[in-house]
Structure formats: structure tokens, C-alpha cells
Antibody
């Protein structure tokens, strides 16, 4: 059974970048998409974007356009989310999730805490 | 962007009693392919979200049948027929019909 395993917690300075990975363990991405969602402390869920690894096509939320890049390496079944120009408001848990064929997020990674602090 | 509005934001429930959460979208969630990509997720404290319901009313694998989803167009409902202790958490509706995909604010279900 496929699991999504994310990279570990990060502490970053304002203005820097962070790159979080999400590896499919026990399987591959196949033809599914991978989405990234973040959750600020005590807040709700916020969709950032998604990628279809087999096509290499990514879509982003306008809010993050220009600051976020989502990529995927099919050979290792690993997706990446890179967020640049970090500010304190980007402090959040970042989740990857598999998007099944009916656009529902059926498998979630464990989350990666990113803290932005000077 | 499509705005998803959930009510109530908090729902204290007695064990064994039903609970209901409403989700309203600012525009129709019917996709051009005829599907309505509305799902419900549960997030227990300290856990990642978990898929409960997809495409309005389809229970995901392993989800107890006390959870049910209904609705159409812009109005959707998640019902828990008899709340159990393990159902405590925050519930989110989510639309994946139109980019950017968006979530409701979340509804906290707690035991009275």
C-alpha cells in the first residue's frame, strides 16, 4: 500500500527558500497527481498547488504564484515543493497528498513543519 | 475563487447522538464533465487530514457507514448518524471543481 513520506522539519530565515520532499513508499505515483496543502498553527487547510508527475504539468494557487514551484521525479516517485522569499506568515505544516482520479485527496503525507524565524 | 462556507464552526455533540455539518459554495460545483468534486475530510488532533467522502456522497474505503454525504450544486451536508468518541476533530469540505481548489474553514466536533 502506497504511503507518502515527507522530509523532516525545517527552520528558515526570512527571505530564504525551503524545499520539502514527498516520496511514495510501497508504490509509485502511477498516473495520479500530487497536491500540496499547508496549515498554519491553529488554522485551516490551504491548497497551494498540484502536479501531474506523468505529464510534468503543475497548477498553482494565485496567492503563491511566483513563489512556489512544485516538481516531481518520476524515477524516484518523489514530489517536491519549493517556497521562496519566506516570511513569518509561511510558518506552517506542509502536507503532500495524492489526488485520486475523482479529485479527492486519498493519501496524505505525515506533514513537514516549516518555521520561519529570524 | 470559490468560497466554501461551513456551518456551524463548532458542534458540541452528545455521544450516540447525530451531528450535521453544512457546506455552501459561492458558485456551483458541477464540473463541465458532469461530476461534482466535493469531498469531506476529517482531521483528528495532531494528525494529517483523512478522506471521508468524495464526489458528494461516496464513502472512502474503510470509512464507517455512520458517515454520509449529500447535496448538489452549491449546498452540501455531512452527517454522522451516531457520534463516537473517535469522531472528535475538525471536519473540512473541499472543492476540486475549479482552480484554485479551496477548503471550508473547518467545523470542530467535540463531545459535550
Amino acid at each position: 500500500q502506497v504511503q507518502l513520506v515527507q522530509s523532516g522539519a525545517e527552520v528558515k530565515k526570512p527571505g530564504s527558500s525551503v524545499k520539502v520532499s514527498c516520496k511514495a513508499s510501497g508504490g509509485t505515483f502511477s498516473s495520479y497527481a500530487i497536491s500540496w496543502v499547508r496549515q498554519a498553527p491553529g488554522q485551516g487547510l490551504e491548497w497551494m498547488g498540484r502536479i501531474i508527475p506523468i505529464l510534468g504539468i503543475a497548477n498553482y494557487a494565485q496567492k503563491f504564484q511566483g513563489r512556489v514551484t512544485i516538481t516531481a521525479d518520476k524515477s524516484t516517485s518523489t514530489a517536491y515543493m519549493e517556497l521562496s522569499s519566506l516570511r513569518s506568515e509561511d510558518t506552517a505544516v506542509y502536507y503532500c497528498a495524492r489526488v485520486q482520479l475523482l479529485n479527492a485527496f486519498d493519501i496524505w503525507g505525515q506533514g513537514t513543519m516549516v518555521t520561519v524565524s529570524s | 475563487d470559490i468560497v466554501m462556507t461551513q456551518t456551524p464552526l463548532s458542534s458540541p455533540v452528545t455521544l450516540g447522538q447525530p451531528a450535521s455539518i453544512s457546506c455552501r459554495s459561492s458558485q456551483s460545483l458541477v464540473h463541465s464533465d458532469g461530476n461534482t468534486y466535493l469531498s469531506w475530510l476529517q482531521q483528528r488532533p495532531g494528525q494529517p487530514p483523512r478522506l471521508l467522502i468524495y464526489k458528494i456522497s461516496n464513502r472512502f474505503s474503510g470509512v464507517p457507514d455512520r458517515f454520509s454525504g449529500s447535496g448538489a450544486g452549491t449546498d452540501f451536508t455531512l452527517k454522522i448518524s451516531r457520534v463516537e468518541a473517535e469522531d472528535v476533530g475538525v471536519y473540512y469540505c473541499m472543492q476540486a471543481t475549479q482552480f484554485p481548489w479551496t477548503f471550508g474553514q473547518g467545523t470542530k466536533v467535540e463531545i459535550k
